[in-house]
């Protein structure tokens, strides 16, 4: 642990942005040097991939594990003896964890080798928004190191240390960016406002309108979420009295089933249109659908589940667990292969992507064994 803990301090230390992550996968590639496991680097720009051969191989069979490497563009507020040596940039999601717990695991593989067949470590780059599960998936990941299923784990920190959920089908939501353009006609807000077609208060409109779309339009069953977390428009230090030509919104929507995410887009061009076109100005909105859903596949999900309870106790294994609205690139891994994807409790107040959160040392050990008894029990020996 005093070996594994300083890894991961070294990691929060020294945090790196979506394909930035030239010393973390260094850190990585001497670790794996050191327990003399092969690897192989730039896979997905940055990614590394260790490969671990069984005691046998009379199957051919394989199983992927895969840690996230990347940090946030976030300034570090925890005031750790360790925290961040670069402003404005630092693990805010656990992925320094995640790292450490699967080095945890490779270390016992590479020991024991106490299964039949290859185990492959997944060091994934830019996982957040920047696509690097898809890079990753692009360069021939699964064609270079064939697994045949594939499982990740995610410390959460809604859940109690040590227990696990592990949702069969929709585990994570497919996230959309919107970007909404309302242009209109400037002028003065103090003397002629009746002269121009005010985007702010179009803006406002808009707002009310599309916070609408969930509680009006999508089944109150169905888990779906939209905000609009930003809006820039005119000066705020000197255009106290100027109304803008053009105001800008930008957000987010979540939704875990694809007739849904199709409403969602439907209704937000629709409404946003009609709404703006109602006071005189044209609105544009761009959609892209960012991440898809992150879906577990039922078999390995309930093989997940059990191993869980085998090693953990059932007791720290939720019986009826529920997806979230985050999103995550682990889904082109899961397009292409049968897998899991689990949230494994961390405890603490403090959640992810706040710049007061630290990764809860004491998961190491428990997702070391978790990821190590995953791929021992998916290829067990004769």
């Not at 790292?99 to 470590?121: I, N, Y």
């Not at 294994?317 to 494994?344: C, K, N, T, W």
Request: hydrophobic share 40%; with cysteine; net charge negative.
């Amino acid at each position: 642990m005093d070996e594994l803990r300083a890894i991961r301090r070294d990691l929060h230390a020294h945090p790196e942005l979506g394909f930035e992550e030239h010393r973390t996968a260094g850190v990585i590639v001497d670790e794996l040097s050191r327990l003399g496991i092969p690897h192989h680097k730039g896979v997905g720009r940055t990614g590394v991939v260790g490969v671990i051969k069984g005691r046998s191989n009379g199957g051919g069979r394989s199983v992927g594990l895969r840690a996230d490497m990347d940090a946030l563009p976030l300034l570090e507020l925890t005031g750790l003896p360790y925290r961040s040596r670069f402003e404005g940039c630092m693990h805010a999601c656990g992925h320094d964890g995640h790292v450490t717990m699967l080095l945890a695991a490779a270390r016992h593989l590479q020991r024991t080798r106490e299964f039949d067949g290859t185990v492959f470590l997944i060091f994934q780059p830019g996982e957040e928004g920047c696509g690097g599960g898809l890079a990753m998936v692009e360069d021939g990941l699964f064609e270079r190191f064939p697994a045949a299923k594939v499982f990740a784990l995610h410390n959460w920190p809604g859940l109690p240390q040590g227990v696990v959920s592990i949702p069969s089908g929709p585990v994570m939501a497919a996230a959309d960016r919107i970007r909404i353009r309302i242009r209109g006609q400037g002028g003065h807000g103090g003397v002629a406002p009746h002269r121009t077609i005010d985007p702010v208060l179009v803006a406002g409109h808009v707002i009310v309108a599309t916070h609408s779309i969930v509680s009006r339009n999508i089944d109150p069953l169905d888990a779906a979420a939209i905000s609009l977390c930003a809006v820039q428009g005119g000066d705020t230090e000197r255009g106290f009295a100027v109304i803008p030509e053009e105001v800008l919104l930008v957000g987010t929507a979540r939704s875990l089933r694809p007739e849904v995410q199709d409403l969602i887009e439907r209704r937000l061009r629709d409404s946003i249109s009609s709404t703006a076109a109602s006071f005189g100005a044209t609105a544009t909105i761009e959609y892209d659908r960012v991440l898809p859903m992150t879906v577990n596949s039922a078999e390995e999900a309930r093989f997940a589940a059990e191993v869980s309870a085998e090693l953990l106790g059932e007791d720290k294994v939720i019986a009826q667990p529920r997806p979230s609205l985050g999103g995550e690139d682990f889904a082109y891994m899961l397009q292409r292969r049968p897998g899991a994807y689990i949230h494994l409790g961390s405890g603490g107040d403090v959640g992810l992507h706040s710049p007061k959160f630290d990764f809860n040392d004491e998961l190491i050990p428990i997702g070391g064994a978790l990821l190590t008894r995953l791929a021992e029990r998916a290829l067990p020996l004769s």
